[in-house]
């Protein structure tokens, strides 16, 4: 079967999916929200603080947009897919796979554009939406690319050690406490800095650090991804050996 088939196949059997279930349907309304949601909410919520703090925080607005954005779009796109994969490991999928013109590779490619393409067009519209336009239409694109590898490892996290989506919320939610890495990178100085590079979190801030120094995007781009895909590539096998295989 042509790439193009399974994709139309499988992708209007995730569309059902997320029409009739209310945990990935809140995850998508999330999803569009939160431009919109910091553009308009974050100034009062730092106007607010500001002036019980007497204290001007309207600088900080956009740090803080731009890296809510890139740490939660990625991470909601990337539980969408990995909850649509439980749907089809509940609903047997993979044991119907096996016996159709489907191959494995057409299956995991499926799973990998999924997160990434929806976290990449999610990310530029929401970083468009929270008013982010001034740091150049190639820059976002830039940021959004480089977040774009997040979704696919929390999908394939979620696929290879969740068994329901109550298993797969918490894993999402623990997430959180890998933020810490791209906020200490605002108040650490490299080369020290790049020890936080360890959780894959720290490289879309940190590309944000450098296009608001100046400094040219790529290398840093770069560095993220190959990090990113290292470890994708640990996941895949896990989840080819785990999943795939055990059916």
Known sequence: MKTSQVIKTLGKSDLKNIMRDDYISYLVFMLLGLGLLLRWGLPAAL?????YFAADLSSYYSAIAVCSVLLLLPIISGAIAGFLHLDQKDNKIMSV????PVAPGQYMLYNLMLPFFGSLLGTWLALLLAGMADLGLLSLFGLSLSAAPLAQLLAFAVACFAENKIQGFALMKGTIALWIA?????????PWQYLLGIVPLYWPCRLYQVITEGKPILPTLLAGWLYCGILLYLLLRLFDRKVYQAD
Not at 47 to 51: E, F
Not at 97 to 100: A, E, P, Q, R
Not at 182 to 190: C, E, H
């Open 97 to 100: 796979l096996l016996v159709t």
């Open 182 to 190: 791209p906020i200490a990178a605002f108040y650490i100085l490299p």
């Open 47 to 51: 106007d607010a603080l500001g002036s």
